[in-house]
């Protein structure tokens, strides 16, 4: 099994038409994904290598089965693209886009809540991959098999890293939820979904700097799951009182630093790497790999 994708998951990129969408695609297609359909307003009846491009989420929905949309909107335009798959009750919307206006991510995630029909996940993120099943995003597909390890992470190249170093054990899921202050799924949202999946052994979370989603996950780690979870903090040599890459990495004092995560969640359970490899050395032990 898997969260939130598998093999049933019928793809429609927005943005399909531009250079970026156009790519992806390719890719998404090349790993297996069932991509159905593309969106760019006004360029209806065209295709990529022989994929349709419609109007509207809408159309290409009725007329596909779509039910998972994969945005590659510019940021300028993100939002409307998110409350159009929104109002189209689009089950999976998973946004890549990065640079888009926290306001305007606040209020197309308020939307998406509002209406209940449609999980969000990103923006600024590399999407979702479950390994031999689907690809929603730009995660390379070959570097990981189907396994038994679930992640879920606020930084791409990490998930990338962390799927490399476990590629032998492979995973059920990787999800990348975004670095950005506003985010539509989170680290507890995808806790809870790899606690409730049978073949999901074991867990890795990758946080970062800033916020206190962490200590968050921690505190429902300590609640509701029973699997083992490694962790592993980014920043832990970041100085205090900078913003560091991601927007959503701001320090203030104690709250929001590396070693107040890694121990909120040492608190809860979760061993704690201090580097990558390191965490992934702490769930070969767990799992036995």
Request: glycine letters at 14%; hydrophobic letters at 45%; aromatic letters at 4%.
């Amino acid at each position: 099994m898997s969260i939130f994708l598998n093999s049933d998951s019928r793809l429609l990129v927005q943005g399909m038409t531009g250079s970026e969408g156009t790519k992806h695609t390719r890719l998404m297609v090349a790993a297996g994904s069932k991509v159905v359909a593309g969106v760019t307003p006004g360029k209806a009846g065209l295709d990529v290598d022989g994929i349709p491009i419609f109007d509207s989420v809408g159309d290409a929905m009725e007329a596909t089965g779509a039910n998972v949309s994969v945005v590659f909107v510019p940021p300028r335009f993100a939002k409307a693209a998110v409350l159009e798959a929104v109002d189209a009750a689009m089950p999976l919307c998973v946004v890549i886009t990065e640079g888009i206006p926290i306001h305007d991510t606040a209020a197309f995630f308020q939307y998406a809540v509002n209406a209940g029909t449609t999980r969000i996940i990103g923006p600024n993120c590399p999407g979702i991959i479950s390994p031999g099943q689907s690809n929603a995003g730009i995660i390379p597909a070959d570097i990981a098999k189907p396994g038994r390890i679930g992640l879920v992470s606020k930084s791409g190249t990490l998930t990338y890293q962390m799927m490399y170093e476990l590629r032998d054990i492979g995973f059920t899921t990787a999800i990348g939820i975004g670095g950005d202050p506003i985010i539509g799924t989170t680290h507890i949202d995808a806790l809870a979904a790899f606690e409730a999946d049978p073949d999901t052994q074991a867990i890795v979370m990758i946080g970062e700097i800033g916020g206190d989603a962490e200590e968050r996950a921690a505190a429902f780690i300590a609640a509701n799951v029973s699997k083992p979870v490694v962790g592993y903090v980014a920043g832990f040599t970041a100085p205090e009182g900078k913003t560091m890459g991601h927007a959503g990495a701001i320090v203030s004092g104690s709250s929001g630093t590396a070693a107040a995560k890694a121990e909120a969640l040492e608190a809860a359970g979760v061993r704690v790497g201090r580097t990558p490899s390191a965490t992934a050395a702490l769930l070969r032990e767990l799992v036995g790999g």
